[in-house]
């Protein structure tokens, strides 16, 4: 499987440098047809967090910080 990194080096080659597919896949050492997928992936992948991150020092000033938030925007 090909990583985000694979996959802009792939597309910069052919679509900035001019690079056939198949000097592509010669060069990366992947299949033809793996390249074709990549050049036909635009979708940029996001990271999303799935459950928040524990933050042991901050916890017990986050209602406070909250608050101050909330007042600066009224302010």
């Keep these: 499987m090909l990583e985000m990194v694979d996959k802009e080096y792939i597309r910069k080659k052919h679509f900035v440098e001019g690079w056939s597919i198949r000097k592509i896949s010669r060069n990366l050492k992947v299949a033809r047809q793996t390249i074709r997928k990549a050049l036909n992936d635009s979708h940029i992948p996001h990271y999303q967090l799935t459950?928040?991150?524990p933050s042991p020092v901050l916890d017990p000033?986050?209602?406070i910080i909250r608050e101050w938030l909330k007042q600066d925007e009224s302010a």
């Design 51 to 53: 459950k928040e991150k």
């Design 61 to 63: 000033y986050k209602e």
